[in-house]
């Protein structure tokens, strides 16, 4: 399969410039165009770059070489463009100062982001969540699901005889998202206010008259109580972190409008336009 190496070229466009004598000595060379080095830190930088546009199936090394010819590719056409004088044209000189300017914001934020997101910062901001969060009461259940009253009566009847209630929800439920009536753990407000009423209402192993609601007819059985706790912060630890961090940025980003004199001239109001006194107002039409 043949792909597009050079399809996302306005980020290419700003690697290019970059790539130009910034490899370090200790940087691995993959390949040279012409003499000018590719390193294993270029492709590092390009796939922070393309990454999530890449095909899934590349990986390993596979990924490596596909990142190396597409930046062997975009040097190619960068020199040609740069021997057709592009480099001095307006257009270019525009997307060289936004992305230069956008270069130096994700520098800074990453920066920053190291620097807010310490073990001790995302200890605290989780300590604070988790003392401010109350545990929410959560309700396990099945239910099966039919169109009339009468439908619902008669499965009712086959669980109090004795079915198995997930053997009749198999049979009769209109429900196809619930295998045997299965609706695992779920809060009040996850339901409509009738199920989620009836549900809460009951406790574990009973088994509830019908129930109307806007989809039909429910019998539900409630198998489990509990309240749900807060997660640990190994497994949010992550969410954590991208919390912190970009709290840190917007701070920073409010800091500085604060700071500056911002003029957005699609909201200014036009001037006035007064009349030159020199010059004699023209009759209207």
């Known amino acids: 399969m043949t792909f597009h190496r050079l399809g996302p070229w306005l980020g290419a466009a700003g690697l290019a ?10 940087a691995k060379v993959l390949a040279k165009v012409d003499g000018q080095e590719i390193t294993d830190d270029d492709v590092k930088l390009a796939l922070e770059d393309i990454g999530s546009t890449l095909p899934q199936q590349l ?18 056409v960068a020199k040609k463009a740069e021997a057709d004088k592009l ?9 060289l100062t936004y992305l230069r300017e956008r270069a130096l914001m994700e520098t800074l934020f990453g920066n920053l982001g190291r620097e807010a997101a310490t073990d001790a910062a995302l200890q605290a901001v989780y300590e604070q969540a988790a003392k401010a969060q109350t545990g929410e009461p959560e ?11 009468a439908e619902a009566k008669a499965a009712l009847k086959r669980v ?4 198995d209630f997930a053997k009749v929800a198999t049979e009769v439920s209109r429900d196809p998202g619930s295998q045997g ?3 695992g753990w779920f809060s009040k407000d996850q339901m409509v206010p009738e199920f989620g009423n009836a549900a809460f209402a009951m406790e574990p192993n009973q088994i509830s008259e019908p129930v109307k609601s806007q989809f039909g007819w429910h019998i539900i059985k409630v198998e489990g109580k509990r309240t749900k ?39 200014a109001k ?12 023209q009759p209207k039409k």
């Open 160 to 163: 109090r005889d004795g079915e």
């Open 59 to 76: 990986q390993g090394a596979d990924r490596e070489n596909y990142v190396v010819d597409y930046l062997i590719d975009m040097i190619l």
């Open 181 to 183: 009536g299965d609706l």
């Open 87 to 95: 480099a001095d044209g307006a257009e270019f000189r525009r997307r």
């Open 139 to 149: 309700v396990k259940a099945r239910h099966i699901l039919v169109a009339t009253e």
């Open 17 to 26: 410039l970059m790539l130009a004598g910034l490899s370090p000595a200790t």
């Open 229 to 267: 706790s807060f997660p640990p912060f190994e497994q949010v630890k992550e969410q954590v972190k991208q919390y912190v961090v970009q709290r840190a940025q917007q701070d920073l980003i409010s800091k500085l409008r604060s700071a500056a004199k911002i003029e957005r001239m699609s909201d």
């Open 270 to 281: 036009p001037d006035l336009v007064k009349p030159d006194p020199a010059k004699p107002e």
